[in-house]
């Protein structure tokens, strides 16, 4: 059964600090890991999919990596600003039948300007 | 604008009472979900739906059923309300057929008093 923990749970920073989110999955046999952000009472919102042969997503001030093999995908976030104060949400899509996402519980992000 | 739209936005009910809630996509996904997230903001799959077929099922009370009418529509219908029941609920969709991520609805916060 596929399990996804992200850590820390929560994490203050001043503004202009750059920010690192982990998870971790336990079955490797993943098709993609996809990184979400939740912003207090609204829905998802897509950041970056990172494809399992892909070893890292850049956009913009955001990027991901991917370490299949060792179960790990990190989040990094350049400068951040107040407005990157957020929930992220890591989920990973496996194979089992319907393909379904399993979700970590969230880093809560809070940028002090 | 292209999207997954949920309706009730907000769903305040008594114990005992049926409603639902209505998922629509207008990508042209294939597959659609229900996610329930709970107090601890941990986000479960209970429902998956392929071209109007039941993928998947997840432990989900037989109280709660999924309808697709076509495959741009997801409804939940949830019978015999409970305290427990009270949640937000997400519907997403997803493009079948390559490496495709998944788009969420802003959700549906469901309150049983």
């Known amino acids: 059964k596929q399990e996804v923990t992200q850590i820390p749970a929560a994490l203050s920073v001043p503004e202009g600090e750059n920010l690192v989110l982990n998870c971790s999955f336990t079955?490797?046999?993943?098709?993609?890991l996809q990184w979400f952000r939740q912003d207090p009472g609204k829905g998802l919102t897509s950041l970056l999919l990172?494809?399992?042969?892909?070893r890292e997503q850049t956009s913009g001030r955001l990027n991901a990596s991917l370490d299949k093999s060792s179960g790990r995908s990190t989040l990094y976030i350049a400068a951040s600003q107040p407005g990157d104060s957020a929930t992220y949400l890591c989920a990973v899509r496996t194979g089992a039948a319907g393909n379904k996402l399993t979700f970590g519980g969230g880093t809560r992000v809070l940028v002090k300007p | 604008d292209t999207a997954v739209s949920q309706t009730p936005k907000y769903l305040v009910t008594q114990m005992g009472n049926d409603k639902s809630i209505k998922c629509e996509q207008n990508l042209g996904h294939d597959t659609m979900y229900w996610y329930k997230q709970d107090s601890k903001k941990f986000l479960k799959i209970m429902f998956s739906y392929n071209n109007k077929e039941l993928i998947i099922n997840e432990t989900v009370p037989n109280r709660f059923s999924p309808k697709s009418p076509d495959k741009a529509h997801l409804n939940l219908h949830i019978n015999s309300l409970e305290l427990g029941d009270s949640a937000v609920y997400f519907c997403a969709s997803r493009k079948i057929g390559g490496d495709y991520g998944y788009t969420f609805g802003s959700g549906t916060r469901l309150t049983v008093v």
């Open positions: 990172i494809q399992s042969s892909q």
């Open positions: 079955d490797s046999a993943i098709y993609n």
